[in-house]
């Protein structure tokens, strides 16, 4: 039996940390292929990946990785809970998946494997002290980690001060949940270094890559930051002045917030119609915007102690496309039945993996996206999930194509990259 390395991913660039993290998952798992499960074009805190889905993906797999599947977006720009809840689906239901390998602050799978036991079970002690900690006003993460703080102790609170650490939990309560067989396998990660064990070999974060990109002027200090195809398209991106910004999606932000405001509704009478992360206090604060800010400029107008930034940004993002909570909760409550594997990109001598995959999956692998057609199977929780797909690709388009001239292929005219 084949074994097959599974990884969650944003590669927002693909840099020399994530190949160094494919090479390794390899490595630990003794696996014969990887496959990386990745965010389309909007990222898990609500923003505009630098480049498309389908450039991140070749760079990825020129690299080593042997097929990329996209996150849908509904999963993709969720919570910690949402993005791990798709990712971990998705590659259960492939039915040949053996292990996630995943970085984490803490590589002691131990204690690791003990609080994701905790949190999958959430006892009545645990369940009481964090319902009052989040009716004291603290937002679910700080409220959790009192929480656990109080419950388990400091060794335990600690692990959930960083963010990959907490997304390292959700994976595996996500697999304990579906009393997965996939096997999680933890690489350490330091700082803001992927696994930096040994700084000569010139990781470099994404979020600096980003930084770097929009206030430096020279690309080429990067060149050794990144693989040869990253670099090739991030000096297409710095040389044509196209790099995106969320603040691309102010005018659209205005608008809905406009037609929210037209409305007069109470919040009660349209919850369902609004995305999950926008609560009542939120919506109530949108309405009270009273003149045109920046995308930016609109985070910062609602923030507060209750609402990570990362929430706001998605709900603004979700408000722009109509994600309501009705369609959230189609997909979620028929989650079997919602999602599908659609490959961004894979390599010519891994076509044993894609035939593997199709022998073996629960749900539909998508090679051609024209030819996946949901609502004619009258399969209306996958439509709901595709028609979010196609939609975000239309708006990450339009503002390609708007601000920069980039024409790009819309969802359903796009092809798989073989590498």
């Not at 999680?184 to 700082?191: C, D, E, N, S, Y």
């Not at 994600?323 to 959230?328: G, M, P, S």
């Amino acid at each position: 039996m084949s074994r097959i390395a599974g990884l969650i991913t944003e590669y927002n660039p693909f840099h020399n940390g994530h190949r160094y993290h494919a090479e390794m998952a390899k490595e630990l798992t003794k696996a014969d292929y990887t496959l990386s499960i990745m965010s389309g074009n909007f990222l898990q805190r609500g923003s505009i990946a630098v480049l498309d889905k389908y450039k991140r993906a070749e760079s990825a797999v020129s690299e080593g990785v042997d097929c990329v599947i996209e996150l849908p977006f509904l999963f993709a720009t969720g919570s910690a809970d949402d993005f791990s809840f798709g990712a971990c689906h998705i590659l259960n239901s492939l039915n040949s998946i053996t292990h996630l390998v995943f970085g984490a602050e803490c590589d002691d799978t131990a204690k690791m494997t003990h609080l994701a036991a905790f949190l999958t079970d959430e006892n009545d002690d645990y369940k009481t002290l964090l319902n009052e900690k989040l009716k004291s006003g603290l937002s679910y993460p700080k409220a959790r980690e009192k929480a656990i703080d109080k419950l388990m102790g400091k060794e335990y609170s600690d692990i959930l001060l960083t963010p990959n650490n907490i997304l390292a939990l959700s994976y595996m309560i996500q697999l304990n949940r579906m009393n997965s067989s996939i096997k999680p396998v933890i690489i350490k990660r330091i700082g803001s270094y992927h696994d930096l064990r040994d700084k000569t070999r010139g990781f470099m974060s994404a979020e600096a890559i980003r930084n770097h990109l929009n206030k430096e002027n020279d690309i080429y200090s990067l060149k050794n930051k990144v693989p040869d195809k990253t670099f090739e398209y991030l000096c297409y991106l710095k040389e044509n002045s196209c790099i995106s910004n969320d603040n691309l999606l102010s005018d659209m932000l205005y608008i809905k917030i406009l037609e929210l405001k037209s409305k007069n509704k109470a919040y009660e009478e349209i919850k369902d119609s609004l995305p999950v992360e926008i609560d009542k206090d939120l919506y109530n604060k949108l309405l009270n915007i009273r003149e045109y800010m920046t995308f930016d400029e609109t985070i910062e107008a609602l923030v507060s102690k209750n609402y990570t930034l990362s929430r706001i940004r998605r709900g603004l993002l979700h408000l722009i496309l109509d994600i309501t909570r009705a369609k959230h909760k189609k997909v979620f409550d028929d989650i079997d039945n919602s999602i599908y594997a659609s490959i961004l990109s894979f390599r010519k001598e891994s076509s044993a993996l894609l035939k593997l995959m199709k022998d073996t999956s629960d749900i539909p692998i998508i090679n051609k996206r024209a030819d996946f057609n949901p609502a004619k199977e009258e399969n209306f929780s996958a439509k709901v999930l595709r028609d979010m797909d196609i939609t975000s690709t239309d708006l990450y388009n339009y503002i390609m194509k708007k601000n920069f001239g980039i024409t790009l292929p819309s969802e359903l005219s796009s092809n798989i990259k073989i590498v």
